[in-house]
């Protein structure tokens, strides 16, 4: 049963923009936070930015700072990644996470994952 849907994602030039989003039911919505992790190859997953699917809270990684912006619809039970000026170094597995506040604890999902490529 796949809990967080994710689409967008592919491959852009330095410079370009992609859009990713992460669509998902209420009662795993209604679990406090939303957000998106990545991984490249050889190395460690890493935050990319999560939204408070209540209020106001937005948090972003440092490298994506000024670049990236998360939002969400709420009605639709989805949140959006919006990546501009892409950089090669942001190649990575994207996923989409949904939890209560701990990413590492049980009542956390993790989508399949979109890759974005960033490449000339």
């Known amino acids: 049963q796949v809990q967080l849907v994710e689409s967008g994602g592919g491959s852009v030039q330095p410079g370009g923009s992609l859009r990713l989003s992460c669509a998902t039911s209420p009662s795993i919505f209604g679990l406090g936070y939303m957000g998106w992790y990545r991984q490249a190859p050889g190395k460690q997953r890493e935050l990319v930015a999560t939204?408070?699917?209540?209020?106001?809270?937005?948090r972003y990684g440092d490298p994506v700072k000024g670049r990236f912006s998360i939002y969400r619809d709420s009605a639709e039970y989805t949140v959006y990644l919006q990546m501009e000026n892409l950089k090669v170094e942001d190649t990575a597995v994207y996923y989409c996470?949904?939890?209560?506040?701990?990413?590492?604890?049980?009542?956390?999902?993790w989508g399949q994952g979109a890759q974005v490529t960033v490449s000339p």
């Open positions: 996470v949904a939890n209560d506040g701990d990413p590492t604890g049980p009542k956390s999902y």
């Open positions: 939204i408070a699917t209540r209020g106001t809270g937005r």
